[in-house]
């Protein structure tokens, strides 16, 4: 039992007449449709095996797949596919949209919440970098390290012009 065999064409009497008489959504459920599958599949294990190059990938997956076509096997799988597929497709397209959905929502969700907290954990941590250096200035005043003290306070206003900016003044 092979592809042909899904059509009922005799092979050795087959005509052009035979073929022509396959209507498109037969070719595409009976022969596209699996033939597209078991590509996919074979290319995909090769690529994730990554045994050869891409190409050779390609070109080996794609004779497989030919040879594939004329055994009892891609009767089987075809008749299997075309029973399984629309079902399939639905739960696999439902779980892709709510799925999408859901990471979606939650991605935007963290970008709002940074865009109207972002510049207040930002100014947060000015002020604290700013009580900091205020802190070592003083220290270093009070062990009489002028030169020490002069660099924090000019630290300290950098940061106050970081923080105007920051505010929107």
Do not use: C, H
């Amino acid at each position: 039992m092979s592809l042909f065999d899904l059509f009922n064409i005799d092979l050795q009497a087959a005509t052009a007449v035979d073929f022509a008489n396959i209507t498109p959504y037969e070719l595409g459920r009976n022969v596209l449709l699996p033939f597209v599958l078991v590509y996919i599949i074979l290319w995909a294990i090769l690529e994730r095996l990554r045994i050869f190059p891409k190409r050779i990938n390609v070109i080996l997956s794609l004779g497989i797949s030919i040879l594939l076509a004329t055994t009892p096997a891609y009767t089987i799988l075809a008749v299997y596919i075309t029973q399984v597929s629309g079902g399939s497709m639905v739960v696999i397209f439902g779980i892709l949209l709510v799925g999408g959905t859901l990471m979606w929502a939650f991605g935007r969700g963290r970008d709002i919440y940074y865009e109207q907290v972002g510049p207040t954990k930002k100014l947060e941590k000015l002020y604290k970098r700013r009580g900091n250096y205020l802190k070592k200035a003083r220290e270093a005043e009070y062990r009489r390290d002028t030169k020490k003290a002069r660099a924090y306070i000019k630290m300290v206003r950098n940061l106050d012009d970081k923080i105007d900016i920051e505010r929107g003044r």
